[in-house]
């Protein structure tokens, strides 16, 4: 990527390999940022730790650096010209590639920051995607909000919006509730006792919304490029979220933390069979499994 952004990459890679040997321990790296990128060397967090510096190479380079570059044409004539660095494809880039790979760091004015500080990824993305992963039956679900996600990430707003629906959708069928359309699913919700007359009115209009949106913005629909944007995408997003997280009918603080109560449950469970299977399964010196009853069993 870094190719159709920049004609100086060899100062970019060269920067922030710079900036990663100032702020080691050491003052020494045992592999490069070309290593690491290029080459696929290395685990996880270090290509996290490259990606990062390479970002913020980019970004000072292209306010500092003017010193002429040397290229090529057709891979014999050499020629000069001026540095070019393309900051805003490059960031976008970079946050879509993140995003995508569910990371959860983000560049923006200057600094990376955690996706998880941010109010609504916090209160409201994080908390949807622990409900719908933590129960088997909201395994549809789950895909759909994922997939929207990933979509955004792929900068196809108006897919992202038509999955994000989808998802709405998928989540009622889990509840058992049936319906050609949102606003149908709502209506049997309540007649099931799923939803008071409350939510009704106050879910209705949010999910009337929804489905306008799709219908107006989705893929179903032609648009050209640009008549849906990332905001408009976002928006759904929340939004859905949001409805999601309203119809689970807990607090979305509350859900990291009943995964994480859900998860130690589990756990505790399987060491309490595997130690009522190991109470059972007695061996005698030569390993071999003894009869769980006594000598005198007469079978």
Known sequence: MLLH?????????????????ISSASGNLDLSAYEVLVEGQ???????????????????????????????????VESKEAPRYDVATFIETVNDLLLSARVEWHYEDGKFTSRGS?????????????????DP???????????ALTRLAE???????????????????????????????VNNAQKAN???????????????????????????????????SRADAW???????????????????????AGAKRDADTARRQAEREAVLAAQEETDIDGMRLSQYSEETPF
């Open 5 to 21: 952004v920049t004609n100086a990459v060899g100062r970019v890679l060269g920067t922030a390999d710079s900036h990663r040997s």
């Open 42 to 76: 290395g685990d996880d967090a270090e290509r996290l730790d490259v990606v990062a510096a390479v970002v913020l190479a980019f970004v000072w380079l292209s306010e500092h650096d003017a010193e002429m570059v040397r290229v090529f044409r057709d891979w014999a």
């Open 118 to 134: 941010l109010v609504l990824h916090t209160e409201v993305v994080r908390p949807v995607t622990t409900l719908l992963d933590s």
């Open 137 to 147: 039956k909201f395994a549809k679900a789950s895909a759909g909000f994922q997939t």
């Open 155 to 185: 900068n196809k707003p108006d897919v992202a919006i038509t999955d994000a629906a989808s998802a709405v959708q998928e989540f009622f069928r889990a509840l058992g509730v049936s319906g050609n359309s949102i606003a149908d699913q």
């Open 194 to 228: 799923i939803l008071t007359a409350a939510d009704r009115q106050l879910i209705k209009p949010i999910t009337d919304w929804i489905n306008a949106d799709r219908s107006e913005r989705g893929n179903a629909h032609h648009h050209r490029d640009g008549d849906v």
């Open 235 to 257: 928006l759904v997003l929340h939004v859905v979220a949001a409805l999601l997280v309203r119809l689970s009918n807990e607090d979305p603080r509350d859900m990291p933390a």
